[in-house]
């Protein structure tokens, strides 16, 4: 039992206990369904706050916040946060196209700086996502196809081990941590900074969403599966199947019925991207279509509208090969009569940039991810929602190329963690772990046991 009062005069961020007017508010994350009541949450400011927090927290149940978007709710514990949010520092180096972020970033902020300069790597779709998290679970993001996934692009990384000591770790330092920490997750140690490599790109690109009637929702996936499977490097996206929410560009004679949602993105020239994308288009006039010449920040909180913090959420996810209609098909009629109008299911195209780069993020090879995304607003859902999420994922799993994506895993149990790593994989990351981290003190993650 530590005295959290000796660390106050430790560090030079604050301690938020829970007799803080804040602690209500710093006690929530992304997903409302987390409900955590840590002892106290530690606001470090610099690298030394985490050291000393590390240090003196040894033997305690401790989570490492970032940015809070972990659907499984990992940042959070009944112990001890140690919360990195207050460690903004960005730095872009505009002639060597690199940019080092500290781990309290979120992508709409590093997306601005990098912006500024006429540059990009790949992030989250929701501008809040910490940059952490998200790159330590592999960070496929709207333009990965065309670069990568965010741990493709990251040169190094700096953190603190479970002994409190401060490493680099890149492709000549600490080799066996830098490939582990390329989708691993956050099992290794506190990750305080990350460098990652910048592409040119913006600050216009072409892209948007076009929606689709319930009545052309087959032809409209099935187009959206051919031109994402010709066009691997020109094209991205994601097609949603959900109900039409009340919105001003919505009809009202749509609200409420299962529609298609196509998200386009492509890093083409205008012209170029209107004829990729020409035969989803011609699908049906019944489209509403908001695809043009955008700027890339627009493409990147596109869909923050419509993601606000505090709903409650419950994920699941598999990467597949290719697919016939009657799989494209499968999805739609499987999210005809989810508990919740705001669950979504996802074909997510991977492929492209992404299947290059020799790491710990397993099934690289994959086509497409089907993700299933439960998402509802009162507690007393949770287990019909939760078990529509499951029903549907086993009902989908025929599909399945033996794995799913970390990131989007509502489950911390072992076996929904051997689910999104091949065998060879898990254990070298379970050797890795024994050397940096023996006795599991970083465990409230996707964790790998010793």
Aim: charged fraction near 25%; include cysteine.
């Amino acid at each position: 039992m530590v005295n959290i009062e000796e660390l106050k005069d430790k560090i030079t961020g604050k301690i938020i206990l829970p007799n803080n007017p804040e602690y209500e508010k710093e006690r929530r994350i992304f997903n409302g369904m987390i409900n955590k009541h840590p002892k106290a949450i530690i606001k470090c400011m610099t690298v030394s706050d985490v050291i000393q927090s590390v240090k003196f927290l040894k033997g305690e149940e401790v989570s490492i916040r970032g940015g809070g978007h972990n659907v499984a709710g990992t940042s959070l514990c009944d112990g001890y946060v140690i919360d990195l949010s207050f460690m903004k520092g960005i730095w872009v180096d505009k002639k060597k196209q690199i940019a080092r972020a500290q781990a309290g970033v979120v992508w709409r902020e590093l997306d601005r700086e990098t912006q500024m300069f006429g540059l990009a790597v790949p992030g989250g779709a929701i501008s809040s996502t910490g940059i952490a998290g998200f790159t330590l679970g592999g960070g496929r993001g709207h333009i990965s196809r065309m670069y990568g996934l965010a741990c493709d692009n990251v040169k190094s990384y700096q953190l603190i081990t479970a002994a409190g000591e401060f490493i680099e770790a890149n492709e000549d330092e600490d080799k066996d941590l830098f490939w582990a920490l390329k989708g691993g997750g956050g099992n290794f140690g506190i990750v305080t900074s990350f460098e990652y490599n910048l592409h040119k790109l913006g600050p216009i690109i072409y892209g948007g969403a076009i929606f689709f009637p319930e009545n052309s929702l087959k032809d409209a996936i099935a187009e959206f599966y051919n031109i994402m499977i010709d066009h691997p490097e020109d094209l991205s996206g994601l097609f949603v199947i959900t109900n039409a929410p009340p919105a001003p560009f919505i009809p009202s004679n749509w609200v409420g019925t299962l529609i298609g949602v196509s998200l386009l993105i492509s890093t083409q020239p205008k012209e170029k991207a209107i004829e990729l994308i020409k035969p989803l288009r011609e699908v049906t006039n019944e489209r509403l279509d908001h695809v043009d010449s955008v700027p890339y920040l627009a493409i990147q909180t596109l869909v923050d509208p419509l993601e606000p913090a505090g709903l409650r959420h419950y994920w699941k996810s598999h990467y597949t090969g290719k697919l016939d209609e009657n799989a494209l098909f499968d999805l739609i009629e499987l999210r005809r009569k989810p508990p919740s109008l705001m669950s979504q299911i996802h074909l997510e195209p991977w492929g492209g940039k992404i299947k290059k780069g020799n790491n710990a993020f397993s099934f690289k090879n994959a086509e497409f991810a089907i993700n299933i995304i439960g998402k509802w607003t009162d507690e007393k859902d949770d287990p019909r929602n939760i078990e529509w999420v499951r029903s549907t994922w086993n009902a989908l799993k025929k599909y399945s190329i033996g794995g799913g994506y970390v990131n989007y895993e509502g489950d911390v149990s072992q076996e929904s963690f051997k689910y999104s790593y091949d065998k060879d994989t898990y254990l070298k990351l379970k050797e890795i772990k024994r050397k940096y981290d023996p006795e599991n003190f970083f465990h409230n993650n996707q964790n790998i046991i010793p």
